[in-house]
């Protein structure tokens, strides 16, 4: 029997590099996935690789950080696939400016897209969780969240936020059999990556020193482990893939 049969895990943002690799991985070990992502036709084509693997998968729209878009869209895969045991709250986009130049507008998507989004996310799962006394959810930060970067301090806020946000909702449902955890990957190799500046790119490979990006299937066994009963002693944790670049 695999880790997973017979959960039933959302991927936010599984279109992309780190959700398409965790996704696969979670179903992979047995889950049905729901595959929840602004872009339907990237969603769609990773809800149906993951239906190759064998389990049932549903591809949704929705713009994470939009309050009714957002409970619309859980209930779509609460109403295709069941009730949700394990969400990937890691949906998340990059934008770069130095504080001085920088739009609110700007740092307000930033906050929306990157933090609001797992608040609201997670208010969707968690009634049913603390009903059924099981539930994981796994938050996507940053390594940039402990160390800054400059042209990214909105990013970094928003990444710091998530931090905060794990370590306390853990705090408030350890005891309802529901872990909360965080991860914070380093330099991945994603679409993401690609719109970092080129400059900025060739100085975090000089500093790196495993010398190279990581890959999105080097994050991906992180979510598993943290979404399987294996995972049950981390409360409250963020761990680290980063290929040395920040260690803490
Ligand atoms: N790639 C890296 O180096 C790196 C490092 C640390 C943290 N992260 C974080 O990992 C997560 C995944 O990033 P990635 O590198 O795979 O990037 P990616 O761009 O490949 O994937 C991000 C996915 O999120 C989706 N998305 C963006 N905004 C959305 C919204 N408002 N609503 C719904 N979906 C939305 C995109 O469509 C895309 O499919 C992000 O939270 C990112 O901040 C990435």
């Not at 936010?12 to 690799?21: D, K, P, W």
């Not at 986009?93 to 130095?98: F, H, N, P, V, Y």
Request: aromatic share 6%.
């Amino acid at each position: 029997m695999s880790k997973l049969s017979g959960k039933v895990a959302v991927v936010t943002g599984g279109a992309g590099g780190i959700g398409r690799a965790s996704v696969l991985a979670l179903a992979a070990e047995g889950a049905a996935i729901g595959v929840v992502d602004r872009n339907l036709p990237g969603a769609e084509v990773v809800a149906a690789a993951a239906a190759k693997l064998g389990v049932k998968s549903l591809a949704v729209a929705c713009d994470v950080g939009d309050e009714a878009g957002v409970a619309e869209a859980f209930g779509k895969v609460v109403a295709g696939l069941g009730e949700i045991d394990i969400l990937f709250n890691n949906a998340g986009i990059d934008t770069i400016s130095a504080v001085a130049d920088m739009k609110a507008a700007m740092w307000d998507e930033m906050m929306r897209v990157n933090l609001r989004s797992i608040f609201l996310c997670t208010r969707e799962v968690l009634p049913a969780m603390q009903r059924r006394k099981w539930g994981r959810i796994i938050n996507t930060a940053s390594q940039l969240a402990h160390k800054g970067a400059p042209r990214m301090a909105h990013y970094a806020a928003a990444k710091a936020g998530v931090i905060g946000f794990t370590r306390s909702l853990a705090y408030e449902v350890a005891r309802d059999g529901i872990t909360v955890n965080a991860i914070c990957p380093g330099p991945i190799n994603t679409p993401l990556l690609k719109d970092i500046p080129q400059d900025w790119r060739d100085q975090k490979l000089t500093e790196l020193p495993i010398g190279r990006f990581g890959e999105p299937e080097e994050v991906a066994p992180t979510v598993v482990l943290l979404a399987s009963d294996a995972g049950s002693y981390y409360i409250g944790a963020t761990l680290n893939m980063n290929g040395g670049d920040y260690m803490i």
